[in-house]
């Protein structure tokens, strides 16, 4: 594995260098965009092994949670700007470093905070009328366990600090609350949890870019979920949600952007259709995971991964302009039901015709051992109408299954 003391800086002279401060398989179209745009592009997190490092110039080992850590890697390798990657702790510790050392093309630190804590989202959101669920914040797990007994159930358990679902779990009465909140801070690296409403309805992505505080472009999906309720395993767009709805995620979307004087770049929610309304569960100001701006890609031919990267590094976002989805897409995450070891993946013929790209990585003989967050590839495909899209997409765990030996 490369790392920073390769020599890489007498093959860079004159080149601007680019700090992607992870690099994961869902950083791969970052740092390809990154490089495209002629940055010498590094990469850092706390697994050496991850598929993104073999494709930046350099890797430094730094765990991107520790805010310090990154910026002691992006004063080393004299990055000139700086992008997170594919998670809430990255785009923290990004607007940290990037205040620290007045780089351009991120909010400012605490703004962050209020962006991707879920306590501190919640607080601005109800003191701004924004439609979100009702929650109550704990950062002491005794408080929290006192006040089990007056939850109006059922209620989600969340760390503040956690995506994918990691730590999160729904309780349908006072002892199932008390499990979730020890389970939930013993998850939170800030030791701080939220107990929220349960909302029932659809789930939705709403991914906008923010110019000068207007959406200058939108792309909206339907989440779909298998084993792991808390998990997208699949999405698919166009959404079924409508225009009105749309319009309504764009509004509030640039009125949250006026209210925390966001920078230009992007802003990622995820919602809960209730009775026609959307109510804002999720903000972000980085890349979704799992090969998601491939799946804008596909859909739409904007190069949203390149967006990403010149908003991250100051550089004219002027250019950016609204383009519609195409046609039907769906990008899938490839799971499984239950343990084992795999012999192959196997794709119906029924949707063999739809693929249109994969990225898989995974290997015979690998073992499954936790059916709740393992992923063997991503799959993009692309249908003829919308009913299909829907119809396989919610088989396309049984279309596209895992073989075990």
Request: hydrophobic share 40%; charged share 25%.
């Amino acid at each position: 594995m490369k790392s920073g003391s390769s020599g890489g800086a007498f093959s860079t002279r004159g080149k601007r260098r680019l700090l992607i401060a992870g690099g994961g398989h869902a950083d791969i179209p970052l740092i390809q965009a990154a490089k495209a745009l002629g940055f010498h592009v590094i990469t850092s997190g706390n697994r050496p092994d991850d598929m993104g490092h073999s494709y930046s110039d350099e890797y430094h080992r730094a765990d991107f949670s520790d805010r310090d850590a990154v910026l002691a890697v992006a004063r080393s390798s004299r990055a000139h700007a700086i992008c997170a990657c594919c998670n809430d702790f990255s785009a923290i510790s990004c607007a940290y470093v990037a205040e620290k050392l007045g780089l351009p093309g991120h909010d400012p630190y605490e703004t962050a905070l209020v962006v991707h804590h879920k306590d501190r989202y919640r607080q601005f959101a109800q003191d701004n009328g924004i439609a979100t669920p009702r929650a109550v914040a704990f950062a002491d797990i005794d408080e929290g366990l006192d006040a089990a007994e007056t939850f109006p159930f059922p209620v989600i358990v969340k760390p503040v600090d956690m995506s994918g679902g990691k730590g999160m779990g729904t309780a349908g009465d006072a002892a199932e609350a008390r499990t979730r909140l020890r389970e939930a801070f013993a998850t939170s690296k800030a030791g701080r949890v939220v107990v929220e409403e349960f909302i029932e309805g659809s789930r939705h992505g709403f991914s906008a870019f923010i110019r000068e505080g207007r959406v200058g472009f939108f792309f909206s999906d339907n989440e779909h979920y298998y084993k792991n309720a808390y998990l997208v395993s699949a999405a698919s767009t166009p959404s079924i949600v409508g225009e009105e709805v749309e319009q309504k995620l764009r509004r509030e979307s640039e009125r949250i952007a006026s209210l925390l004087s966001l920078k230009t770049g992007i802003f990622h929610v995820q919602y809960i259709l209730r009775d026609g309304e959307p109510v804002i569960i999720e903000i972000c100001r980085r890349s979704p995971g799992d090969l998601y701006t491939r799946f804008v890609e596909h859909a739409t031919g904007v190069p949203y991964p390149s967006w990403i990267v010149r908003a991250s590094a100051g550089m004219d976002c002027s250019d950016i302009a609204h383009i519609a989805p195409t046609g039907f897409f769906t990008r899938h995450c490839v799971m499984c039901s239950r343990e084992g070891t795999v012999e192959d993946v196997v794709f119906d013929e029924s949707v063999q015709g739809n693929v249109i790209d994969r990225f898989m990585w995974w290997k015979p003989n690998d073992r499954v051992e936790n059916v709740l967050t393992q992923k063997f590839g991503i799959v993009f495909l692309r249908f003829s109408c919308m009913d299909e899209m829907l119809d396989k997409t919610e088989r396309m765990q049984d279309l596209i299954r895992v073989k075990f030996s």
